[in-house]
């Protein structure tokens, strides 16, 4: 593809291809020559510099995912949910999750906060704390607090112990890193509540060094290392 | 997080502020954020056009011009970004005389136009590219967007009063 326009100019497109590294270095060397020698394309190329400097806003697209994928055990009743699944794999339900309010301040074990869950609703995103009631197709998004940074992984654990990743998402994922951030950071992710039976508990893992899923899994239950914090929330399904 | 091979958070720090960039080509400030929130659902939903022939960045410079114009139902709005005489909003440093004349021209053609003929018009008279950069982003042949562009001018004549 050429750098230049029909007038011999520099597109817009090579400029954010350019900055964002993805020009051959045959590109890059004509846009590097034609910069040289063309003022409008250097005072177009300061102002996409300055306009590229600005922070972008969190992003708050949350792709759905099912919270597991749904073996098929007719005596469980699997039908729904796997009519679910089929929907989630078409992309049809695929949001933008909305905006949580506020954060709180809370205080995980470990000594420090870590984990707030969101429920969709119609008015936006509403908060759910320990015990609260949710439902089938309920919408959860999630929020994290990093004020150090570290490594994170969210996951929950049904009633019969299944775990299911939550961020990163995939599967048996590790933990990912989060640079240090005042303000909480909206995880760009959410799952959608299918109709496994029994309460759900949602675990916020933060560690100063990466870990993997089995040890995140083994430090929900038991010798949660020193320079980590573990949030829990417990959801109950609605009778 | 990993969707069928395309790493949202990843595709979000590379080409975010290329979107945002773009998306300000059609809508301000505010607007211009809540479209960037879309554009990135939008990614998630056609991620499986996404066929590794070109950058990421050039399959969401796409993605983002075609739903700008999507979203910009209302043609007068059209028009006044075709017509914007703000230098900085649609600059194109080597717009001549009768390619300004084209654009008007083109501008008020916009409520006759199907989405993907304004597509093209954008990419052709408003960013200046060559039929071949305009088929390499929308896979296509450079025959098509020929074909296409005269479609174009040939609206762009009648609605001048002249012949078809």
């Keep these: 593809m050429s750098p230049l326009t029909r007038d011999g100019h520099l597109l817009d497109l090579t400029i954010d291809l350019y900055m964002a590294g993805d020009l051959s270095a045959e590109a890059r060397a004509t846009v590097d020559q034609h910069r040289a020698g063309c003022a409008a394309c250097a005072r177009r190329w300061a102002l996409a510099e300055e306009a590229l400097a600005v922070p972008l806003p969190p992003l708050r697209v949350a792709a759905l995912s099912p919270i597991r994928t749904p073996a098929p055990a007719p005596s469980r009743g699997w039908g729904r949910p796997l009519a679910f699944a089929a929907a989630l794999a078409a992309g049809l339900l695929l949001a933008l999750f909305p905006e949580p309010p506020p954060a709180e301040r809370f205080v995980a074990r470990g000594g420090a906060s870590v984990l707030e869950v969101f429920r969709a609703t119609e008015q936006g995103a509403e908060r759910v704390h320990d015990g609260s009631l949710v439902a089938v197709g309920d919408r959860l998004g999630f929020r994290v607090h990093a004020p150090e940074g570290g490594w994170f992984l969210v996951f929950g654990v049904d009633a019969q112990g299944r775990a299911w990743p939550a961020w990163p998402q995939g599967e048996e994922p590790a933990a990912a890193h989060l640079e240090p951030s005042f303000e909480p950071v909206t995880l760009s992710a959410a799952v959608a509540l299918d109709d496994s039976p029994g309460s759900e508990r949602v675990y916020g893992l933060r560690c100063a060094r990466s870990f993997s899923w089995s040890e995140a899994r083994r430090w929900a239950e038991r010798d949660l290392p020193a320079g980590c914090a573990l949030d829990q929330v417990r959801l109950d399904r609605r009778p | ?164």
């Design chain 2, 1 to 164: 997080m990993r969707q069928q091979g395309l790493d949202l958070d990843d595709l979000y720090r590379r080409y975010g502020g290329l979107v945002l960039r773009r998306i300000h080509r059609f809508y301000r400030d505010e607007e211009a954020r809540d479209v960037l929130q879309e554009v990135f659902a939008r990614a998630i939903e056609k991620q499986d056009t996404f066929r590794g022939e070109s950058s990421p960045g050039t399959w969401l410079y796409q993605l983002t011009t075609r739903h700008c114009l999507n979203r910009l139902r209302d043609a007068r709005r059209r028009r006044e970004l075709l017509a914007e005489p703000d230098p900085d909003a649609w600059w194109s440093p080597g717009a001549t005389s009768a390619q300004q004349d084209k654009r008007l021209l083109v501008s008020e053609l916009w409520r006759l136009l199907d989405e993907e003929l304004a597509e093209i018009g954008i990419y052709y008279y408003v960013d200046g590219m060559s039929h071949a950069e305009i088929a390499e982003i929308l896979g296509v042949s450079r025959r098509t967007i020929g074909n296409r562009l005269a479609e174009l001018e040939r609206r762009a004549r009648v609605a001048g009063g002249g012949a078809p």
